[in-house]
């Protein structure tokens, strides 16, 4: 059984900073491609970031040059570090990865969701 847990979210005011952390556990063989995806009330989840197991990065539009996505591979993790952050990037975070369990193929996985507020 194959397990992303995020962690981080929380409370901030605009132009403030969060790091976002997402843990896979389980049976794992490898990870694949990583990232995080957000949804905002009303709104349909959206791509935010991905990270290649090359570290290839890839960002939303309304993120770059805000955002920052990385891996630590032997902790089969992956973080978020958001700066300069906005009202309207509000929404629940969601990280996934895609994943090699020991039994089985490559699949997506997804964690819970974390909130993020942005709010002064």
């Known amino acids: 059984q194959v397990q992303l847990v995020e962690s981080g979210g929380g409370l901030v005011q605009p132009g403030g900073s969060l790091r976002l952390s997402c843990a896979a556990s389980?049976?794992?063989?490898?990870?694949?491609?990583m990232g995080w995806y957000r949804q905002a009330p009303g709104k349909q989840r959206e791509l935010v970031a991905t990270?290649?197991?090359?570290?290839?990065?890839n960002y939303a539009d309304s993120v770059k040059d805000r955002f920052t996505i990385s891996r630590d591979n032997a902790k089969n993790t992956v973080y978020l570090q958001m700066s300069s952050l906005r009202p309207e990037d509000t929404a629940v975070y969601y990280c996934?990865?895609?994943?090699?369990?020991?039994?089985?193929?490559?699949?997506?996985?997804w964690g819970q969701g974390t909130q993020v507020t942005v709010s002064s």
């Open positions: 996934y990865g895609f994943v090699l369990p020991t039994r089985g193929y490559f699949s997506n996985y």
């Open positions: 389980g049976s794992i063989a490898g990870i694949g491609t």
């Open positions: 990270i290649t197991t090359g570290d290839t990065a």
